[in-house]
């Protein structure tokens, strides 16, 4: 399978454990965006990466939130302390970066679930 | 006012008929389009995806872009059942995240 994979694909903890999430993107992109769903919404924008560097995150995204991409492979998604709002659907995408916008690739998902 | 706007439905056509989904969106800057198609529970898939004014047809699918009204749609012919889905229309400008609306709900009827 060379698409994006994402693990685990689903994940129950308790209210103010941490929980670390990862991505495998397609193997010769070196774009990888993570973005959090809930139900009704369309995706909103967390963070990407390109090659190993975070370029960009959202205002969104709390001290709570940190995300790796140590080698420019794969990517980590660490939450911590969570809280009941963070229960969503937290997606991983990643493109190739040919100096313009391409196709971005979502894995997927890892389905959170805080109680 | 929302960065990309669509309806969120539901949209509920016969099958056989043609679908069409609408999206705008606001940054004038905004330079590639995208089209994806989510099922319940399943992450988003891309179908389509269009750079430049006009029509794009792949298969049952048309993708029209206007810049000029800010405005991208999604046309989808000979509508089958497995086409019930939410489609999100998603919007890149200078090549950074996309940006998404809230989807539009699709409901094709036997």
Redesign the interface.
Known sequence: DTGVSQNPRHKITKRGQNVTFRCDPISEHNRLYWYRQTLGQGPEFLTYFQNEAQLEKSRLLSDRFSAERPKGSFSTLEIQRTEQGDSAMYLCASSPWTGAATEAFFGQGTRLTVV | QKE?E?N?GPLSVPEGAIASLNCTYSDRGS??F?W?RQYSG?????IM?I?SNGDKEDGRFTAQLNKASQYVSLLIRDSQPSDSATY?C?V?NA?????????TRLMVKP
């Open positions: 990309v669509q969120s330079q590639s995208f994806y399943k992450s988003p898939e891309l995806s750079y999100l998603a890149n090549g950074n995240m996309l940006t998404f609306g809230g989807g």
